[in-house]
């Protein structure tokens, strides 16, 4: 019986045999990795992974989509995890000493920005992540300062990981498909982050970005002084796109340390 794609779970299926082959190619699966697929949908993607990989765990949130997993893999191999990924704990999977999480999947695209940031919190159990998504959503990520498209995700994400547009998938790759196009994203987990807090981070890019086209200067008035910004190394009359991840992080910490200004 064919599954009817339900829109509020935003499910597009990938069924282009050649884009298959080539994001596992860039994921480039081994035999002992500890991985997780996320929203593994029919399990076109589940197949060719678990080509390579001894187990494979995977996250869905749709029941039908859930039984004819169990029905087309063996549970030795695919392990199966029930419910919101936005819920997920991704901790709970279990990885060998001295390995790290390898997290993949076709990301709705409805719920793509706040499953990023719920793994952003995991980063340092992750190896990598692999993600298909709206290629606008992925221009954002990787955006550089002074970009149009530079903004609260390209910071919050920049932060964390080393990020990279591998290549660009059309709707037709779909079914049904997506009125836009799509794009895989590889994220890698900064070793040595800048030291910051993540909610102190949040709060000032948030402020930061909620008026784009006013200078930095009064974005964050209230916030910060005009000399704060300055002692960040901050032009007080740039605008929030011009400013660049770690002069942020700079102000995040002078924000966590009141008694300093």
């Known amino acids: 019986m064919k599954h009817i794609p339900r829109k509020r779970f935003g499910q597009n299926f990938l069924t282009d045999q050649q884009v298959l082959f ?8 081994k035999s002992d990795d500890a991985m997780v697929e996320i929203g593994p949908g029919l399990g076109a993607m589940t197949q060719l992974l678990l080509q390579s990989l001894k187990q494979l765990h995977v996250v869905e949130l749709d029941r039908d989509l859930v039984a004819r997993l169990k029905n087309n ?15 997920f704990d991704f901790t709970s999977i279990p990885v060998a000493d001295g390995k790290k999480l390898r997290v993949v999947g076709n990301l709705p695209y409805n719920i793509s920005s706040p499953l990023l940031f719920h793994l952003a919190q995991m980063a340092p159990q992750v190896e990598d992540q692999h993600f298909m998504l709206q290629k606008e959503v992925v221009e954002r990520m990787v955006a550089e300062p002074g970009s149009k498209t530079y903004g609260r995700l390209s910071v919050m994400l920049q932060w964390r990981y080393y990020m990279e547009l591998l290549f660009v998938v059309p709707p037709t790759a779909f079914d049904p498909p997506p009125q836009v196009d799509s794009a895989i994203v590889r ?3 900064l070793s040595q982050p800048l030291a910051c807090d993540a909610e102190k981070l949040g709060q000032v890019v948030t402020k930061a970005f909620s008026q784009r086209r006013k200078v930095i200067r009064n ?6 002084t ?3 910004l300055i002692d960040a ?3 007080p009359q740039a ?4 400013v660049p991840v770690e002069q942020f992080v700079a102000l995040a910490n002078k924000l966590s340390k009141p008694a300093d200004r």
């Open 22 to 29: 080539d994001i596992i190619r860039a994921i480039d699966p």
């Open 73 to 87: 893999f063996s549970p030795a191999k695919l392990i199966i995890h029930e419910g919101d990924a936005l819920q």
């Open 187 to 189: 994220m890698i987990p």
């Open 219 to 224: 974005c964050l008035a209230g916030m910060f």
């Open 226 to 228: 005009e000399q704060d």
């Open 233 to 235: 190394g901050i032009d």
């Open 239 to 242: 605008r929030p796109e011009a």
